[in-house]
């Protein structure tokens, strides 16, 4: 049987119910006592262990909305495991997972059924499948959506793919709707954006890479909001990264249509100037953009009109990172430099901790109907401890994950995850004895 737990002297910070406030975390058999101001009210259950944390802060654990598993040019130590570990070494309770076309399928119901059973058993974070909109993300055929679903699926995508077939998007948004199934896509108009590795500019022009305009991203966008006012599905659009696509999301949300959205942190932390050394660590899909972009993601966060805040972990092995920059391949693992990234922007001023962590955490859970994202009482207790203050560098051979290919390696954060913990069980740990009380 599992001691209770009581973590005294912390700042609570749960967005589901509007609490940032000093108190304690009283955790009982897996669920969550109380939580905030009042929770020294209930007493201290026989037995219970007892952390003092200083002022240090607990939240509800992360909940990944947007992670790739089993990608083509993943190295092959890259298994269920070592991306749970990396999740729970980056303070992720909940891992929503993506296929990648060419990479493990996700358009069966054994494909689905076999990605559940791993993320339930053989990872220390659970993995929740989405799965593929058209048989092996060649948009021409629409997989079982029904069946999936009863599988375990989530939610439909079509990993970076954007469907060029407009008339089969609008029947899968109607199939996807009636099975109340979220559809996640990405947004680039793909003979605009075919070949492209950079934002069109002088940036671009400068460095003599192929690129694409901004207007790629929001072409597609407008076109899945006019299916999506036309259908009625709930759409969510995977990741945004232009000024021009918050917009397009900003007024489709004041009509009034089940529309959410996200962006990635590595959109919010770059702008396309990071790539002047030509260092493929900076490839990335969409492309990074120019900072006027990255200052509106930011605002739209601080705003409401983007909703979530995602790693897009991408494994890729040395050899896929290792080339000229336009023939690298894009992506760069996320899950345990998200938390620390995410931070500058509060850190920064640009956005509050208790937003923060909604983005991080609350939406995400509510987006894809998953347990998580909340410290109320009788939940489950999925939470991490962070410590605000800490400094320290990113090291990326300290990494969970088997692949390194980060952007982010060498940099300075301040905030570090203390612990993480699942079901009222530490997942991850970092010097958290240190704080226990005899």
Same mark, same amino acid.
């Given at each position: +049987?599992?001691?209770?737990? @009581?973590?005294?002297?912390?700042?609570?910070?749960? %967005?589901?119910?509007?609490?940032?406030?000093?108190?304690?975390?009283?955790? @009982? !058999? #897996?669920?969550?006592?109380?939580? &905030?101001?009042?929770?020294?009210?209930?007493g201290?259950?026989?037995?219970?262990?007892?952390?003092?944390?200083?002022?240090r802060?607990?939240? %509800?654990?992360?909940?990944?909305?947007r992670?790739?598993?089993?990608?083509?040019?993943?190295?092959?130590?890259?298994?269920?495991?070592?991306?749970?570990?990396?999740?729970?070494?980056? &303070?992720?309770?909940?891992?929503?997972?993506?296929?990648?076309?060419?990479g493990? %399928?996700?358009?069966t119901?054994?494909?689905?059924?076999?990605?559940?059973?791993?993320?339930?058993?053989?990872?220390?974070?659970?993995?929740?499948?989405?799965? /593929?909109l058209?048989?092996?993300?060649e948009g021409?055929e629409?997989?079982?959506?029904?069946?999936?679903?009863?599988?375990?699926a989530?939610?439909?995508?079509?990993?970076?793919?954007?469907?060029?077939?407009?008339?089969?998007?609008?029947?899968? $948004?109607?199939?996807?709707? =009636?099975?109340?199934?979220?559809?996640?896509?990405?947004?680039?108009?793909?003979?605009?954006?075919?070949?492209?590795?950079?934002?069109e500019?002088?940036?671009?022009?400068? +460095?003599g890479?192929?690129?694409?305009?901004?207007a790629?991203?929001? @072409?597609?966008?407008?076109?899945?909001?006019?299916?999506a006012?036309?259908? &009625?599905?709930?759409y969510?659009?995977?990741?945004?990264?232009?000024?021009?696509?918050? !917009?397009?999301?900003?007024?489709?949300?004041?009509?009034?249509l089940?529309?959410?959205a996200?962006?990635?942190?590595?959109?919010?932390?770059?702008?396309?100037?990071?790539i002047?050394?030509?260092?493929?660590a900076w490839? $990335?899909?969409p492309?990074l953009?120019?900072e006027?972009?990255?200052q509106?993601?930011?605002?739209? @966060?601080? =705003?409401?009109?983007i909703?979530?805040?995602?790693s897009?972990? !991408? %494994?890729r092995?040395? =050899?896929?990172?290792?080339?000229? $920059?336009?023939?690298?391949? /894009? #992506?760069?693992?996320?899950?345990?430099?998200?938390?620390?990234?995410?931070?500058?922007?509060y850190?920064?001023?640009?956005?509050?901790?208790?937003?923060?962590?909604?983005?991080?955490s609350?939406?995400p859970?509510?987006?894809?109907?998953?347990?998580?994202g909340?410290?109320q009482?009788?939940?489950?207790a999925?939470?991490?401890?962070? =410590?605000?203050?800490?400094t320290? *560098? $990113?090291?990326?051979?300290? *990494?969970?994950?088997?692949?390194?290919n980060?952007?982010f390696?060498k +940099?300075?954060?301040q905030?570090?995850?203390?612990? &993480?913990?699942?079901?009222?069980?530490?997942?991850?740990?970092?010097?958290?004895?240190?704080?226990?009380?005899?």
């Amino acid at each position: +049987m599992v001691k209770p737990l @009581i973590f005294t002297n912390a700042r609570i910070i749960d %967005p589901s119910r509007q609490c940032d406030e000093y108190g304690s975390l009283i955790v @009982i !058999e #897996g669920k969550i006592a109380a939580a &905030g101001a009042q929770a020294h009210n209930q007493g201290r259950p026989e037995g219970a262990k007892h952390y003092d944390l200083g002022g240090r802060v607990v939240i %509800p654990g992360l909940v990944d909305g947007r992670a790739f598993i089993g990608t083509a040019d993943s190295l092959p130590g890259e298994t269920v495991k070592t991306t749970g570990a990396a999740a729970a070494a980056g &303070g992720v309770a909940a891992l929503v997972a993506v296929a990648e076309k060419g990479g493990a %399928p996700a358009d069966t119901v054994t494909a689905i059924r076999a990605l559940c059973a791993a993320g339930q058993n053989g990872s220390l974070v659970p993995i929740y499948p989405v799965a /593929a909109l058209t048989k092996g993300m060649e948009g021409c055929e629409l997989t079982e959506f029904g069946l999936l679903r009863a599988a375990g699926a989530i939610a439909l995508a079509e990993g970076h793919e954007t469907l060029r077939n407009s008339a089969i998007l609008r029947r899968a $948004f109607q199939y996807a709707r =009636d099975y109340d199934l979220p559809v996640m896509l990405e947004t680039q108009e793909a003979d605009l954006s075919a070949g492209a590795v950079m934002t069109e500019g002088w940036q671009a022009s400068f +460095m003599g890479l192929p690129a694409a305009p901004r207007a790629a991203e929001a @072409i597609a966008l407008q076109r899945d909001m006019e299916l999506a006012r036309l259908t &009625g599905v709930r759409y969510h659009a995977a990741h945004i990264s232009t000024a021009p696509a918050v !917009e397009i999301i900003r007024q489709a949300k004041a009509e009034g249509l089940a529309v959410s959205a996200a962006t990635s942190i590595n959109s919010l932390s770059f702008n396309e100037t990071a790539i002047g050394a030509y260092d493929s660590a900076w490839r $990335f899909f969409p492309p990074l953009r120019a900072e006027e972009d990255r200052q509106a993601l930011i605002a739209a @966060i601080a =705003d409401g009109v983007i909703d979530a805040v995602t790693s897009c972990h !991408e %494994p890729r092995s040395a =050899d896929a990172k290792a080339r000229p $920059f336009a023939a690298a391949a /894009a #992506g760069a693992v996320g899950l345990e430099s998200l938390l620390p990234a995410a931070l500058r922007l509060y850190h920064s001023g640009h956005i509050s901790l208790l937003r923060l962590i909604e983005v991080l955490s609350t939406r995400p859970a509510q987006i894809f109907g998953l347990p998580g994202g909340t410290l109320q009482p009788g939940a489950a207790a999925d939470f991490a401890i962070l =410590d605000l203050e800490e400094t320290w *560098l $990113f090291a990326k051979d300290k *990494l969970a994950s088997a692949c390194n290919n980060t952007a982010f390696d060498k +940099m300075p954060f301040q905030g570090r995850l203390i612990a &993480g913990f699942i079901n009222g069980k530490a997942v991850y740990e970092r010097n958290l004895s240190n704080l226990s009380v005899l």
